[in-house]
């Protein structure tokens, strides 16, 4: 049969951001899937040399909308980290409490999204409906839903009081009552089950060779979770599992998702009630020494590394992003191929994109030897990379 | 008798089309957080179309970035007159952090026509489904009064509203 290629994107109804991807099919089977990335390309790693750390926490939340806290947390971490600053534990609890509330509010949207593509609309609406309570508590302790600008290079910039904890406690009560029962929908719905089972399969020895992070290795059966590999924040004195999976299968990425919203009420029920006294965050000295980090986290979506080269002033040199929806994306193309056109948006939707996050740009064939390009020279180069490709 | 029918539907129904420019996903979420049980904007009768030729409004999120620009200016093509566009939190209306980034153009207004503007970091639905409704006050004058009202007490007076009435009153060909 004669291969088809179907351009997909970037503006489409299955994912709300732009990414295109271009099929070469033969009938309903998908031969080979190519990706284009770089539709939202802003460029944040070069605006941070332009910025102070503290002024980069805000710019580091932007760079996704939903894992907003983790991306903050890792900058602020790595900043630490070059000051040899000791946190006080109050600070990291209440960061660790954050962290965890966001990995609720993108495990539940996760599931929705999921729930919408595989066209379960009426489990979309319920878990957003359910989402709702983490946003109200989100609110209610940094006054924002979606940037909550809770860290500061040395802490967290607001303190949890006793009402709000117990609001915490009460809707982590509610919210688990109603993941049981997702736990159940997931694993006996018939209607859901036909759409994920065996569909966007991905090897554990594939995942491996392919460095797929997060949730959709752990789906695989590979065990790797920042949070108990190296431990950061309170992660160290907090007791939970890291879920795996052998299913290899959307299935097996679903459960790993609904039973880590399960591990995340624990955590933070455990953080609220053993929260240590005392101060929240300690003052910290502007100016960074000079010297490199790698700083690394547990994403919602896998783990998140920034490398951040400090030079002694209070800007730093280069701020290195690497996301996890990118270094997905190879496993994702295998998922991909020998599968259904009807099964792209799910098994896309699995890996839980976040196009946001990913679009990052890397030079590898430059012509001249220069190390780095200023502000300028990229401004020119972009204009005319789009104006050859128009 | 026949605009006025004309008129009435599209109070009634306004669909809208989300497009993202290259946001960062925050608005974006807030966009679909408004349509879903606890805000719920289908009572105005929107729905959210996957295909810009269905839609009335074109939903615009995040700074304009150098890649996306020509097909952002192809989709508002595509969308059938009248329409209107609404850029929903402050990268949509005027860049944000990211203006003066090398590879942002600035806000949704660089490369179309923009008629209401919410801004925001990312605006709450409610701020979304009071832009929509600042929208269809220059059709409804029942909505119009609410608005006003609405504006009397302090509620979204950073809301702009520019240029409504080049598009909303244009006759049919």
Known sequence: ?390 | MLDKLINWSRVKSPWICHLNTGGCNGCDIEVVASLTPRFDLERFGILIKGTPRHADVLVATGAMTRQIWTRARRIYDQTPEPKFVLAVGSCACSGGVFRGCYNVLGGIDTVMPVNVYVPGCPPRPDAIIFGVLKLLSSLDPKIAKLVEELERKGYGKDIEVKGLTDHGSRKRD
């Not at chain 1, 309570?133 to 290079?153: F, K, Q």
């Not at chain 1, 950061?232 to 290899?248: G, K």
């Not at chain 1, 496993?331 to 799910?346: C, F, R, V, W």
């Open chain 1, 1 to 390: 049969m004669a291969e088809i290629t179907i351009p997909i994107g970037p503006q489409h109804p299955a994912l709300k951001e732009p990414i295109n991807i271009t099929l070469k099919v033969e009938g309903e089977v998908i031969v080979e899937p190519i990706l284009r990335i770089g539709y939202n390309h802003r460029g944040i790693e070069k605006a941070m040399e332009a910025r102070s750390y503290i002024q980069n926490i805000y710019l580091a939340e932007r760079v996704c909308g939903i894992c907003s806290h983790v991306h903050s947390s890792t900058l602020v971490q790595g900043a630490e980290e070059l000051l040899e600053l000791e946190i006080p534990r109050r600070g990291l609890y209440i960061r660790t409490i954050f962290l965890e509330l966001e990995r609720i509010h993108s495990h539940l949207l996760w599931l929705g999204v999921a729930a919408h593509e595989v066209g379960f609309d009426t489990l979309f609406m319920y878990t957003w409906r359910d989402r709702e309570i983490v946003m109200d508590l989100l609110e209610l302790i940094s006054g924002n839903r979606v940037n909550y600008a809770m860290n500061t290079v040395g802490g967290t910039r607001r303190d949890i009081n006793d009402e709000q904890k117990k609001k915490l406690l009460k809707g982590m009560d509610a919210l688990e009552e109603r993941t049981k029962y997702y736990v159940k929908i997931a694993t006996t719905e018939p209607t859901f089950l036909k759409r994920v089972e065996g569909v966007g399969i991905l090897k554990k020895e594939v995942a491996k060779k392919l460095c797929a992070v997060g949730p959709t290795a752990r789906g695989s059966g590979l065990r790797m979770d920042i949070r108990k590999d190296d431990p950061y924040a309170a992660y160290d004195e907090i007791p939970f599992e890291a879920i795996t999976s052998d299913l290899c299968d959307v299935m097996g990425r679903t459960v790993v998702r609904v039973k880590e919203l399960l591990e995340a009420y624990k955590i933070i029920k455990y953080a609220v009630n053993n929260l240590p006294a005392g101060e929240i965050r300690k003052k910290a000295r502007r100016k960074i020494p000079e010297n490199e980090i790698l700083s690394y986290t547990e994403a919602p979506r896998g783990e998140l590394l920034y490398y951040i080269k400090s030079n002694g002033t209070e800007k730093p040199e280069r701020v290195k992003i690497r996301t996890p929806t990118l270094a997905n994306i190879p496993s994702t193309i295998e998922m991909l191929k020998g599968g259904y056109i009807a099964d792209i948006p799910i098994v896309f939707a699995a890996m839980d994109p976040c196009i946001a996050c990913m679009d990052r740009v890397i030079l590898v064939d430059k012509k001249n030897n220069e190390r780095s390009m200023n502000w300028e020279a990229l401004r020119r180069y972009g204009i005319k990379w789009y104006e050859v490709k128009r």
